[in-house]
């Protein structure tokens, strides 16, 4: 069962929304809105989780993403995009994330992601 999920959107708006989300499954999550932050929390905390936007205002999300894979190499990972580009979603594979969201949030997506990774 998964313990604590970080959640990295330099949206506020993002976070918020999906640690409400994230509630209604009863699980534990740690809102930040930056990826130099997200680095920090990731070494200090015990992080089952990660959902992280590519578009960070300090660091890519991309490079957030190899800094927790070279940490981590079981991170797991799924990142948040505005862009709906193949080449994105192939690059967040490619670095090792497991999956990806596209925003605005589909809230049916987003359960089905939760089912699938969360809660299995």
């Given at each position: 069962m998964i313990k604590s999920i970080l959640l990295v959107d330099d949206e506020?708006?993002?976070?918020?929304?999906?640690?409400?989300f994230l509630k209604r499954f009863k699980i534990p999550s740690i809102k930040v809105t930056s990826g130099f932050e997200a680095l920090n929390i990731y070494?200090?905390?015990?992080?089952?989780?990660?959902?992280l936007d590519i578009q960070l205002k300090d660091i890519d999300g991309f490079e957030v993403l190899k800094q927790l894979k070279k940490k981590d190499p079981q991170a797991r990972v799924i990142m948040l995009t505005g862009k709906s580009e193949k080449d994105f979603q192939?690059?967040?594979?490619?670095?090792?994330a497991i999956d990806y969201i596209t925003k605005p949030l589909d809230l049916s997506d987003l359960k089905d992601k939760i089912n699938k990774y969360l809660l299995e």
């Open positions: 506020e708006e993002i976070v918020n929304f999906l640690e409400h070494d200090k905390e015990r992080i089952d989780f990660v959902f192939d690059k967040a594979k490619r670095l090792g």
